[in-house]
């Protein structure tokens, strides 16, 4: 039973190191090779870790069946489209709960604090608009009976 139990503890750590080991490589284009994963696998897990060789393809065989991984070249893998998918709608499903979760509390922070404000303060009052009056210079000429001549008039008297 505890021979088990191990077994799954240690395929359950070579599998999220393997998808590890594929997202820090990088190879895109190309895909990893198998070697350079478990150089990385082995790397990762440490040097007082105690290296299973069978467990590592073991592993890689059942990512592989699952879909998980995809093959190409029979020596190069990669993350699939797939595995790609359901972890960015996992990332993104926890993110948005975690931002829910954000602004309940910061609702429940503040709220004290906008309902206090906004029963101590009115409606805003609306002002009036001024009328913009238009300054004539015949007409402030005229009305001062100044026997000067306009500026602005262009005809000769």
């Known amino acids: 039973m505890e021979a088990s139990r191990d077994h799954r503890a240690a395929t359950h750590l070579y599998k999220r190191a393997i998808i590890q080991a594929l ?20 790397s990762s897990l440490g040097p007082d870790h105690n290296w299973n060789d069978t467990i590592f393809l073991k592993t890689m065989k059942t990512l592989i069946h699952e879909g998980d991984v995809e093959q190409c070249a029979n020596v190069n893998c ?12 996992s990332c993104n499903a926890a993110i948005e709960k975690r931002m829910q979760q954000q602004s309940i509390q ?3 922070n503040f ?8 029963s101590e ?21 005229d009305g001062l009976h ?10 000769a008297e």
């Open 121 to 141: 303060k009115g409606s805003p009052i609306k002002k009036s608009e001024t009328t913009k009056l238009k300054i004539i210079p015949k007409k402030i000429y």
């Open 146 to 155: 100044v026997p000067i001549q306009n500026p602005m008039d262009t005809k």
């Open 23 to 42: 997202d820090e490589l990088q190879d895109f284009n190309l895909r990893s090779n198998i070697d350079s994963i478990r150089r990385h696998v082995q």
């Open 106 to 108: 910061l609702l429940g």
């Open 78 to 89: 990669g993350l699939s489209p797939n595995f790609k998918k359901r972890r960015t709608k």
């Open 111 to 118: 709220t004290h604090m906008t309902m206090s404000r906004s």
